[in-house]
């Protein structure tokens, strides 16, 4: 237990390194499950055939074997292509290559969640804008747009939860995250337990933070009643 | 200042080092006493003595990259760093991906009996060994004499030598050091004989791994080895860590 305490600041450390990356891989995710479910939803055949293979690939993959695969094979390119015009060695940075990672597998995961709350809304509703004279600009911010956060909040809740666990495998790479930072913590004090009891209530802390955050989102992206309706 | 500390290592783990040494070299962390993580985050242990005497030895600067055991071949194989010394065991297998130099230690088998045994005594005597292992192949091979006592596991030798049904154990060193004679139940015993490590019975010991082709750094490694074995510096950083010659003979 004293070994705990005295590693606290270093599992801290590697706590917020845990959340940084998670809320950069979010970032990234949520861009690419938009343009994705853009694609899907509205692009032409060679968008929707890119967004297609997209989705069955990533998540049909192991987020390990993404992990290892991008860390990895992207050094192996970056080196290729350095050799080619004879630059010195490019070290790719294990946290962004972990951002690229995680961002990469969940935009795919975000991409239907996106498609599948864009396709909730009754298509009558934006025919009936339309109707109206208003311009896409405007169907899209006050019809479409509104009802797709509160449709896919619980999807994109969910996804959040998936992602911040599955940010654990980028110890892998050497990244000194949460999880990494406790094995090397606890195999070098050989109390593993004690520091993966830590990690476990770390993880459960996070997961009960967002819960509540993404219930107030809930409730305030909620749509109105009828009553409300102008 | 705890505030400043934790935002430097995030700004320091957002900004990927810069490769100003000469000689990377991956590293682990998670195998004490070889090599374990300090609070402050910093990586200590044999292997990280034995890397900075072998650097300085080389007169070549080494900066050490902390890597995760599970992908620290490809770390090496993808130029992250340019050696590994991570304990890591001269094996065919892994002979065919990277090259190896010489060994800088081989976890030697050794005796463990009552204080002031001695090995011209053995013969005759009773000697523990679990069963199935390089050290049983190794007594039968090298200690026809002696009377041997199988076992299961280790833990059950230990129990009976402090029992008196056997004289004297013969397993690995750091098992015998870090499971029984760092423990309570060790007192009043201790290594005694030689420490062997035969490379037909206990295998080639762990090396400085490198990317195969890269005969020049391969080569001044072992020389390396060699040097600060001649000039000492390896037996102080031994002692340090241990109560045998962890070289091996």
Known sequence: MENLIEYMPLLLSGALVTITLALFSLVLATVLGALGATGKLSGGIIAKSIVGVYTTLVRGVPDLVLILLIYFGGQRLLNIVGNWFDADYIELSKFWAGVGAIGFIYGAYLTETFRGAYMTIPPGQIDAAKALGMRPISVLRTVTIPQLISFALPGYANVWQVLIKSTAVVSIIGLEDLVGLANDAGKSVREPFIFFAFVFCMYLLFTFISQNIFMYAERKYALKGHDDAV | ?249
Request: charged share 20%.
């Open chain 2, 1 to 249: 200042m705890k505030k400043f500390v934790i935002a430097a290592t995030v700004a320091a783990t957002l900004v990927s080092a810069a490769n100003a040494a000469d000689i990377n070299i991956c590293v682990e962390g998670a195998y004490p006493p070889f090599s374990s993580t300090e609070p402050s985050g910093e990586v200590v242990g044999f292997d990280i003595d034995i890397a900075n005497a072998l650097c300085a030895e080389m007169g070549q600067s080494c900066e050490l990259v902390k890597t995760d055991w599970d992908g620290i071949i490809p770390a090496l194989l993808e130029g992250k760093c340019d050696a590994i010394i991570a304990s890591m065991s001269i094996t065919p297998d892994r002979m065919q991906i990277i090259d190896f130099s010489t060994k800088y230690y081989n976890s030697p088998a050794g005796f463990i009996g009552a204080e002031g045994m001695m090995e011209s005594g053995l013969d005759g005597q009773r000697v523990g060994v679990q069963r199935g292992t390089i050290h049983h192949s190794f007594m039968e091979g090298v200690f026809p004499n002696v009377e041997l006592v199988l076992y299961g596991s280790q833990d059950e030798i230990y129990l009976d030598l402090v029992a008196g049904r056997v004289d004297a154990i013969m397993a690995d060193s750091i098992a015998m050091q870090e499971g029984f004679l760092d423990t309570d139940s060790g007192a009043g015993y201790a290594f005694f004989g030689e420490s062997y490590s035969v490379p037909e019975y206990h295998g080639d010991g762990a090396g400085v791994g490198v990317r195969q082709g890269e005969e020049e750094l391969r080569d001044a490694f072992s020389a390396a080895i060699t040097a600060i074995r001649e000039s000492g510096e390896y037996s102080m950083i031994n002692a340090e860590y241990f109560d045998f010659d962890i070289f091996g003979g």
